[in-house]
């Protein structure tokens, strides 16, 4: 069974600071992985996909890394601003698995301090 | 364009009491799904669809029903309310394939008494 890790749970930077999120899962076939940004109260907004090819995926300040033969991900945030706090996750999809099943790890919340 | 819609926002149950949690996509999206959210466990997958009349169950299916009559519309039902129930309920859909991100909703907030 897949298993998808982020550690650690919460973290609390200053503004400014390039950060990396990570994320670790445990069955390297996988279709793809995807990084959501999930603010208190509100469903998860797609931040960037990988699909299991690609070595990463880059939008605006923000950049996600692949390695699927060690079972890891980052996600990179370049200077950081107080509006990057949230909750950050990441999912993954199995090779062999139908599209909506995705599998999700419990998040990292990200405080940014002015 | 509405994205992925979800009604109610909030709802308060009784144990056994039944309900339908309502989920609409203008997309024309062809994969739908159904999430809970529970603190210290993450996203769970409930039941999925990959088209009309076409579900499956996922990660946590026991006391949801689902059916797909339309593309645009996923309800999930909850035919008596328990209080394991309490969560935050999240729709998503997306087109399918691999390439592709999934959308969702903005949840229902369920709590069971």
């Known amino acids: 069974k897949q298993e998808v890790t982020q550690i650690p749970a919460a973290l609390s930077v200053p503004e400014g600071e390039n950060l990396v999120l990570n994320c670790s899962f445990t069955d ?30 880059t939008s605006g300040r923000l950049n996600a890394s692949l390695d699927k033969s060690s079972g890891r991900s980052t996600l990179y ?17 199995p090779f062999t698995g139908a599209n909506s ?14 | 364009n509405a994205g992925v819609t979800q009604t109610p926002k909030f709802q308060v149950l009784k144990t056994g009491q039944s309900m339908t949690l309502q989920c ?39 006391g949801y029903n689902v059916s797909r009559s339309t ?22 859909s997306n087109k399918g394939l691999g390439t592709d991100t999934q959308y969702f909703g903005p949840g229902t907030r369920l709590t069971v008494l």
Not at chain 2, 75 to 92: D, E, I
Request: glycine share 8%; with cysteine.
């Open chain 1, 28 to 57: 390297s076939a996988i279709y793809n992985l995807q990084w959501f940004r999930q603010d208190p109260g509100k469903g998860l907004t797609s931040l960037l996909l990988i699909q299991s090819s690609q070595r990463e995926q």
């Open chain 1, 77 to 93: 945030i370049a200077a950081s601003q107080p509006g990057d706090s949230a909750t950050y996750l990441c999912a993954v999809i």
């Open chain 1, 101 to 114: 099943k995705l599998t999700f790890g419990k998040g990292i919340t990200l405080s940014v301090r002015p």
């Open chain 2, 24 to 62: 609409a996509q203008d997309m024309n999206h062809e994969y739908m799904s159904w999430y809970r959210q529970d603190p210290g466990m993450g996203l769970r997958l409930i039941h999925y669809s990959v088209g009309a009349g076409i579900t499956d169950q996922g990660e946590v299916p026991n």
């Open chain 2, 71 to 92: 593309t645009e519309d996923f309800p999930l039902r909850l035919l008596s309310a328990a209080p394991s129930q309490t969560s935050v309920y999240f729709c998503a």
